[in-house]
């Protein structure tokens, strides 16, 4: 994803001199060539995540389109004021990529990991909130930001996720949709957790399931309204804390639209920060977040015999 990221911003800053991009402290080498041939578009701030937050909403006041970029947590955490302030509340044309979002920085602990990005920006004015699943949702994602204007966040995985998504991806759509049968079980997912989504519906063969995949974790549309309206069980995945992400918001659409009946299953990284250090696979199987255990615990949520205490 960030490979494919960086080179659309490169792209468009070539055809678009209003395109401008900070990054906060990239590796030697990265988009050199975007420096050498656009040097008055690119800026390299170092570890200045609050003043590159500031930066950007200046810039953007004289009208440039900017992109700023480091790693989730980063941003998030340590520019929330400015990000709010600056940015949000004065409706600017502000994009922050953000590299591993979740669990990615696993290894480096939690100071370095960004499991309630969603619950902590969800509060800021006019921000739009993108969780693309690969490279193609993410393209689609910044061209969203391109065509539109005011702020935005885009929260990026690993990389070299596979593509998966490109034949389903609609444009003008928050979400794409897999499989189509009206009396299916619904998967809900954001980000990178569609491939787990993908991979249980390959294992569970004999069971009609039916996905959606939300780029913006906050937009529900009426469509999906009408989804929710024909399914008893709704499986909730994503890569964030308890509260606050996708299962707080979808849990909203449900009572707004007195959608009782429906039984909610959320599968997510728990309620306190991660306190322990390791590859994002390997804490996912630590948290039953992993493929096997979320197999193991949909066909116990889903057999006939099941009281549904989950």
Not at 44 to 53: A, F
Not at 248 to 262: F, Q, W
Request: aromatic letters at 10%; glycine letters at 6%.
């Amino acid at each position: 994803m960030r490979k494919e990221s960086l080179n659309f911003i490169y792209e468009h800053a070539k055809i678009n001199a209003n395109v401008v991009f900070i990054g906060s402290d990239l590796g030697h080498g990265i988009l050199q060539d975007f420096k050498t041939e656009m040097p008055n578009q690119f800026f390299m701030e170092g570890i200045s995540e609050s003043h590159i937050v500031s930066m950007a909403a200046g810039m953007a006041l004289t009208g440039s389109k900017v992109y700023i970029h480091t790693i989730a947590p980063f941003f998030v955490r340590r520019a929330f004021e400015h990000i709010a302030l600056d940015v949000g509340f004065e409706n600017l044309d502000v994009t922050l990529l953000c590299s591993g979002g979740g669990l990615v920085y696993g290894p480096l602990g939690h100071t370095h990991t960004m499991v309630d990005d969603f619950s902590i920006l969800s509060s800021v004015p006019n921000l739009k909130i993108y969780a693309p699943a690969d490279a193609p949702e993410a393209i689609a994602s910044l061209q969203r930001t391109y065509d539109d204007t005011g702020p935005a966040y885009i929260r990026l995985g690993k990389g070299n996720e596979p593509s998966i998504t490109k034949q389903y991806l609609k444009k003008d759509k928050s979400y794409l949709q897999i499989n189509k049968n009206e009396n299916s079980f619904l998967i809900i997912t954001t980000g990178i957790m569609l491939h787990s989504a993908i991979e249980i519906t390959n294992q569970l063969q004999n069971i009609d399931i039916i996905h959606y995949s939300m780029i913006t974790p906050f937009n529900l549309d009426n469509e999906l309204v009408k989804v929710l309206k024909s399914k008893t069980h709704v499986f909730i995945l994503e890569e964030h804390l308890n509260f606050g992400g996708l299962k707080s918001r979808v849990n909203e659409v449900i009572i707004n639209h007195h959608l009782s009946e429906i039984q909610v299953f959320s599968f997510n990284l728990g309620n306190q920060y991660i306190d322990k250090y390791g590859r994002q696979e390997d804490l996912f199987k630590d948290l039953s977040l992993d493929t096997e255990s979320l197999i193991k615990n949909f066909k116990k949520i889903l057999s006939p015999k099941s009281s549904h205490e989950f």
